[in-house]
Structure formats: C-alpha cells, structure tokens
Nanobody, 125 residues
Framework: QAQFVESGGGLVQPGGSLRLSCATSGRTFSFYAMGWFRQAPGKERELIALISWNAADKYYTDSAKDRFTISRDNAQKMAYLEIYNLKPEDTAVYYC??????????????????WGQGTQVTVSS
C-alpha cells in the first residue's frame, strides 16, 4: 500500500466547513478500513472517524459525531472527511491512514499504516 496524500486544509473562519481528501496510488486501498486522525500542537494524535473497507460501517468518536462525516470512493482510491461548523479547537494537522483490518476493530494510531504528511486546518477569525 502506497503512502497517502492528504489535501483540502487551510485557514477557515469559525462556523465554516471543509472537505479533506486522502489519495493513494496503492493497489490494496479497497481491502482495508480507513481512519482520519488529527494532531494539535502539543497534543497526541487522536482518532476522529473510521470507515470500513466497503463503507458499510462507520465509527465516530463522541466529539466528532455531530460535525464530521467520513466517506470513501474505492474506485477512485479516495477517502474524505467533511467538517462542518468548524471551531478554533479543530485547529490541527489532519491525517488519513489505512487500518490493518477491513473492519472497525482497530482504533489506535499504532494500528494504522501508510501515514501521509497531513494537511493543516486552522480555524481562526
């Protein structure tokens, strides 16, 4: 599996929205679940959401349930994270990565592979 490339971040005002994208050229993209994570300055990398290999199952952390939507397009080898009503506390580098399994059982960053460089999201007025 090739490394992922995240894009779509930027400077956004509070209340705005973003759609982050995650691309890969890897041949096994559709075999594995995908996860979106974020890491704010001085904090540990944290899970936001997971999507199973066929998009049938999704998982959101409690803090992400209301404002984040994860999706994927296996034909295009893309994963997405939509964020609504952005808040200053959403400021972080956002990463996507592939799980080692096709379902949602793995949730720690150490269980994920092929991390990209991330995309910076800054929420500020």
């Amino acid at each position: 599996q090739a490394q992922f490339v995240e894009s779509g971040g930027g400077l956004v005002q509070p209340g705005g929205s973003l759609r982050l994208s995650c691309a890969t050229s890897g041949r096994t993209f559709s075999f594995y679940a995908m996860g979106w994570f974020r890491q704010a300055p001085g904090k540990e990398r944290e899970l936001i959401a997971l999507i199973s290999w066929n998009a049938a199952d999704k998982y959101y952390t409690d803090s992400a349930k209301d404002r984040f939507t994860i999706s994927r397009d296996n034909a295009q080898k893309m994963a997405y994270l939509e964020i609504y009503n952005l808040k200053p506390e959403d400021t972080a580098v956002y990463y996507c990565a592939a799980s080692r399994v096709n379902g949602l059982s793995m949730r720690r960053p150490a269980d994920f592979v092929n991390w990209g460089q991330g995309t910076q999201v800054t929420v500020s007025s």
